[in-house]
Nanobody, 127 residues
């Protein structure tokens, strides 16, 4: 079992920045691929970014590429999402997720591949 707790969400004006954090409960955090997803009201949960165990391989949704950066600190069991140039369409609940059973060298964009999820943190971008 892996417990994930997100933090760092809030209200920000368009063009602003936020950094989300996701604290993991297990020391084996460094052994698996991690991802960020988001879900806006009335929409499906969608992929945002993912990172392999070492941080050497990342993937991003086209909608956030160049604006968001995913990173991890394995010594602190923590995943991050630095969000810049935020837009109103980035408004959503953001979730971190752990792909415990997959290949930790690979980054995956499919939410069905992730085994554990946090409760989410709300990000609201005003225009």
């Amino acid at each position: 079992q892996v417990q994930l707790v997100e933090s760092g969400g809030g209200l920000v004006q368009a063009g602003g920045s936020l950094r989300l954090s996701c604290a993991a409960s297990r020391r084996t955090f460094s052994s698996y691929t991690m991802g960020w997803f988001r879900q806006a009201p009335g929409k499906e949960r969608e992929f945002v970014a993912s990172i392999n165990w070492s941080g050497g391989n990342t993937a991003y949704a086209d909608s956030v590429k160049g604006r968001f950066t995913i990173s991890r600190d394995n010594a602190k069991n923590t995943l991050y999402l630095q969000m810049s140039s935020l837009k109103p369409e980035d408004t959503a609940v953001y979730f971190c997720a752990a792909d415990v059973s997959g290949n930790s060298w690979i980054v995956t964009t499919r939410k069905g591949e992730y085994d554990f999820w946090g409760q989410g943190t709300q990000v609201t971008v005003s225009s």
